[in-house]
C-alpha cells in the first residue's frame, strides 16, 4: 500500500483509537508475529510515534529478526534491539513446565528498562485471555499493557482489520520461541536451539509455514505440519518429501517422523 492509499485511522476500531490516543508516543514489544506487527502498523496508523523493541538471544531465530527490522523500519517505527539469554535462567534452564512465564518476565524486565518512560504494550489479543498462556502472568506483574486485547480485539478481528487496512501477511501463522520446541524437562542449549533455528528456516524456505520441529527425550524429532496446509499443494506430499527429509538430515533430525494429523500449537501443553 502507498502512502497515497493509506487508509484513514477511522478504519480502526474505536475502543483501539481511544487506547492509542492516550499513547501518543510509546513502546512495542515487536516479536516479529502478527498481533505485534498489527499492534505496531495500528499505532503508527493512529499517528503515535512507536518504538518497536525486539528481544534477542538464542531462542530466537536471527532470520526473525532480521525480517522485523526490515518490516519496522520500512514503516518509520525506531527499533531497538535487546539482548537475552534465557539459558541463564535456572527454571528455563531446567525445561520446568513455568518456563515461558520465567522467559515473558524475564523479556519484559529487560523491555521495561529499556523502554523508559514509554508505555510498553505487547501484542496479546482477546482470545489469549482464554487460552492457556502462562506468559499473561507476567504481563500483568509488570503491567505492560496489552491494547488489542483491552479493545476486545479477537485474532479473528485481527486478520480482517489487517486485511482491510494492507497489511502484508494478514494470514501469517504463529512462529513461537524455539523453547517451545522442546519437551518439558529437556534442559536446551544454544547448539540444539541454532540447528532448530536452521532447520526450519529452510523448511520455511521450501514452503512450510504452519510447523513445528519437536524434540522430546528418549524419542524422534517430530515435524508437526498443521491441517492448513492439507487445503494447498501440500509441502509434505511425496514430491517434497525428499526435499524435507534432506533438510532434516543436514540440521542433525534425519530420524524424524512427519505427523500431519493435527494442530501444531500448544503441543506439550496437551
Known sequence: MTTTDTPPPDALPTPLLDLLAAMPELAVALSGGLDSRFLTHAALLAGCRVTALHITG?????RETAEA?????????????????????????????????HCK??????????????PLCDGTNADDLTAYRPGLRALRELAVRSPLAEAGLTKANIRALAARTGMDRPDQAARPCLLTRLAYGMRPDAATLARLAAAEGELEDLGLWDFRLRLAPDAPPRLQI????????????AARCGDLLRILVR????????????PVSGYFDR
Open 69 to 101: 527490522r526490515h518490516w519496522a523500519t520500512s514503516r518509520g517505527a525506531a527499533f531497538i534491539t535487546v539482548a537475552l539469554d534465557p539459558l541463564t535462567i535456572p527454571a528455563i534452564a531446567a525445561g520446568d513446565r513455568d518456563r515461558c512465564y
Open 226 to 237: 498443521g491441517p492448513a496446509h492439507a487445503t494447498h499443494d501440500d509441502p509434505a506430499g
Open 105 to 118: 518476565h524475564a523479556a519484559f524486565t529487560a523491555l521495561l528498562a529499556q523502554a523508559g518512560p514509554l
Open 251 to 262: 540440521h542433525g533430525f534425519g530420524d524424524a517422523a512427519i505427523d500431519a494429523d493435527g
Open 58 to 62: 538464542p531462542h530466537m531465530p536471527p
